[in-house]
C-alpha cells in the first residue's frame, strides 16, 4: 500500500477497536488475476496479519464471507463500468461497496460504507 486516506473512518461503522488499531499499521500487497475469456476474476490481499481471497465471475451475485476480515457476509456483484471495477455489497449496512481503478503504475482502491469513504493506493511492483 503506497497510501491511505480515511482508512479507519468506514471501519468505525462495523469492526472492533482492536481490529482498527492493527489495520492502520498494515502495509498490503494486492494481487490481481482475471480471466477475459471467462470473467473470472480472483483478489488477493496480503499483509502479515491476515491475507483475503476473493473469487468471483463478474456480473455474479454471490455471498461473500467477510470472516477472515470483519466477520460479517453480504451479498456481492463485481462489474466493469468503462475502466473501473464496481463492487457493490449488500447487507447490513447501505451504500457499502468499492472501487479499483487504475492510473499509471498506480491502483486506486475507493471503500464506502453508508456516507464514508475511504481510499488507499498501491504502486505496482517493479
Known amino acids: 500500500c503506497f497510501s491511505l486516506d480515511n482508512l479507519l473512518l468506514p471501519m468505525r461503522v462495523?469492526?472492533?477497536?482492536a481490529l482498527r488499531k492493527v489495520v492502520s499499521i498494515l502495509k498490503p500487497s494486492k494481487h490481481i488475476e482475471h480471466d477475459v475469456n471467462t470473467?473470472?476474476?480472483k483478489i488477493k490481499t496480503v499483509t502479515t496479519?491476515?491475507?483475503f481471497d476473493m473469487d468471483f465471475?463478474?456480473?455474479q451475485e454471490f455471498t461473500e464471507d467477510?470472516?477472515?476480515v470483519d466477520g460479517r457476509k453480504?451479498?456481492?456483484t463485481v462489474n466493469?463500468?468503462?475502466?473501473k471495477l464496481i463492487c457493490v455489497q449488500r447487507g447490513e449496512k447501505e451504500g457499502r461497496g468499492w472501487t479499483h481503478w487504475l492510473e499509471g503504475?498506480?491502483?486506486?482502491?475507493e471503500m464506502r460504507v453508508q456516507d464514508v469513504t475511504a481510499k488507499q493506493v498501491f504502486k505496482k511492483a517493479e
Do not use: A, E, R, S
Not at 503504475?105 to 482502491?109: E, Q, V
Open 105 to 109: 503504475n498506480l491502483l486506486h482502491l
Open 14 to 17: 462495523y469492526v472492533n477497536y
Open 74 to 76: 453480504c451479498q456481492t
Open 80 to 83: 466493469w463500468d468503462g475502466d
Open 49 to 51: 496479519f491476515k491475507n
Open 57 to 59: 465471475t463478474l456480473g
Open 39 to 41: 470473467g473470472k476474476m
Open 66 to 68: 467477510l470472516g477472515p
